[in-house]
């Protein structure tokens, strides 16, 4: 792979430190325990690895709200263990991708503390301050996602400061030029050290509406959860002022130039909007903003090929020779194995999904635990660690459900994780699915993922060939990968009954083997019908 094109293509597997192994028996994963697991991560033939927070931190949000961007929370390690990670990571040939916050900060940063003494200190410009109205109430009606008003009041300055997910993660003012130069500085420090790129946290977050305009109301019938839920007040809003505001693009462009400088260094933006496909498309537009870009539409419950086929070719429509990244897991939301597979114990299904998601045109995030196929630990409301949790149960349960730590061993004391009581509970369920159960079974779904991963990196087209959806029965979801005169056609059958597909005026040169899945296959008597089994993928090679 090319060391500066790695990521086109690239499969990124999502470390959440929390939560892979705990090394010094806290209860807690940490860098060491990442270091430790190196080697099984690179038996999954995954190119990069993304890390979410390990940054000093309260811990109000777990990690996601920073108090220090340059030093290396004790609870997960040191700085020298970090350097270690690094080593020995690029020995294995994985890159490494860690988070960037960049929108807001912890309360407890310096910047802050400083901020809200005064307002003419040195830092009295660096976050988002306003004067309540008249009678005293917030500047607007701006929401929080986590719950509440998005304005909370300091008595120091006698003025409210802007917060659009906890009240102790204040926004940054990006219109002050020196936070940005702060924040691009930042950004340089881990760089020099080595990384080869950061996933942008809540990037669409990082300039407000100067004029602080009301945001308008959503019609009920408009109210979409994307990362929150539908019955969050959140969603009632049109999200206009406070957030995805066009400024956004030019810091964007400014970022990109200083990782330019550091070839083969990527930047991946989490885009929440309004329309995050195209704001998709926007950020990833010609080679001076974001190397790529992931959204939420793929991490909803929506789960039918015809809303899949929908979101892939909206952006395909816009996004030009911009370059998608593509996540149906991650740490905010509720397991996929749950989510769309309804807590499915059917091995196949999960390996379907697992290569659906290997196979459409773009970049791939992929979540610890989906490797295993882990489903959705049941967490009781007194075991509850996240806030956003806490604020919403019991209609909305939180993200601890997905957060729960990796089972490496069936029979040890707290599947091996740690030889303390874990910072969230291991659910028993999950013990079943261990690494090491899994290890030892070919027909796993952890040596799915490994087979599909090897033989995925033989094929050029589904690196990044193309991508034409073909209509099917509505449970099957049928595409074309194409490149020069090469064209790979690929179903999956969504459903548990077996469906059929069509060949039609394609033609088959041959079918693909070695992927590792339940295969389709041509009807003998006759040959223009694929014939796919419960939850089977076909690739077949096509002729022109």
């Keep these: 792979m090319d060391q500066v094109t790695w990521w086109r293509g690239g499969v990124i ?89 960049l929108s807001h900060t912890s309360d407890q940063h310096a910047w802050f503390e400083q901020s809200r003494q005064s307002r003419d200190n040195d830092k ?4 988002v301050w306003a004067d309540p109205k008249d009678d005293g109430s917030a500047p607007n009606n701006w929401l929080a996602i986590f719950g509440g008003c998005a304005w909370e009041w300091e008595p120091r300055r006698q003025q409210y400061y802007l917060h659009n997910f906890l009240k102790s993660q204040p926004d940054i003012n990006f219109y002050c030029p020196e936070v940005r130069q702060a924040v691009l500085d930042n950004v340089e420090f881990w760089l020099k050290k080595g990384v080869d790129g950061f996933r942008l946290d809540a990037i669409t977050f990082c300039y407000h509406d100067e004029q602080l305009r009301d945001n308008p109301a959503k019609p009920k019938d408009k109210r979409q959860g994307r990362g929150f839920s539908e019955d969050n007040p959140y969603a009632y809003q049109y999200h206009y002022y406070n957030n995805t505001r066009p400024q956004t693009v030019v810091f964007i462009e400014q970022l990109r130039a200083l990782v330019n400088h550091y070839p083969g260094a990527v930047t991946l933006g989490e885009v929440s909007s309004e329309d995050s496909l ?63 597979g309804k807590d499915s114990t059917n ?29 959705e630990a049941s967490i009781e409301f007194n075991q509850l660690q996240d806030p956003f949790g806490i604020a919403f149960w019991p209609m909305f349960k939180g993200r601890d459900g997905c957060r729960t730590p990796m089972p490496w061993e069936k029979d040890a004391p707290n599947a091996g994780f740690s030889e303390a009581t874990p910072w969230l509970p291991i659910d028993p369920a999950h013990n079943n699915s261990a690494v090491d159960v899994q290890e030892a079974d070919q027909d796993s779904i952890l040596n799915s993922y490994r087979h599909f991963l090897q033989w995925r990196k033989q094929q050029n087209l589904l690196i ?56 389709g296959l041509q009807d003998k008597q006759h040959p223009e019908t694929i014939v796919l089994p419960s939850f089977a993928s076909f690739y077949g090679l096509l002729t022109n």
């Design 464 to 519: 990044d060939g193309d991508i034409n959806f073909v209509d099917s029965h509505p449970d099957v979801l049928a595409f074309i990968r194409s490149k020069g005169q090469q064209q790979m056609l690929v179903l999956f059958n969504l459903s548990n009954n077996q469906q059929t597909f069509e060949l039609d005026e394609l033609t088959l040169s041959s079918i693909l083997q070695g992927h590792g899945l339940t295969c």
């Design 347 to 375: 091995t196949t299904m999960i390996k379907m999904l697992n290569a659906m998601l290997f196979s459409l045109r773009g970049s791939v995030c992929s979540y610890q635990g989906e490797e295993l196929g882990l489903t």
């Design 278 to 340: 195209a704001t998709m498309a926007e950020y990833t537009q010609g080679d001076d903003r974001l190397h790529m870009a992931y959204s939420f539409e793929l991490l909803t419950d929506d789960f039918n090929a015809a809303y899949i086929r929908q979101t892939v070719e909206e952006l395909e429509a816009s996004i030009g020779d911009g370059w998608p990244c593509w996540a149906i897991g991650n740490h905010d939301v509720k397991r996929v194995a749950s989510r769309w």
């Design 124 to 127: 009295a410009d660096w976050y």
């Design 13 to 101: 597997y999502q470390v959440y430190p929390r939560s892979l192994l705990d090394s010094n028996g806290d209860g807690v994963g940490d860098l060491q325990g990442i270091i430790n697991k190196l080697d099984y991560i690179a038996s999954l033939n995954v190119d990069a690895i993304w890390i979410s927070p390990f940054f000093k931190s309260p811990m109000k949000d777990f990690g996601y709200d920073i108090s220090d961007y340059h030093e290396i929370d004790p609870m997960f390690g040191t700085m020298a263990d970090f350097d270690q990670l690094i080593d020995k990571a690029h020995q294995l040939n994985i890159k490494v991708v860690i988070d960037q916050v």
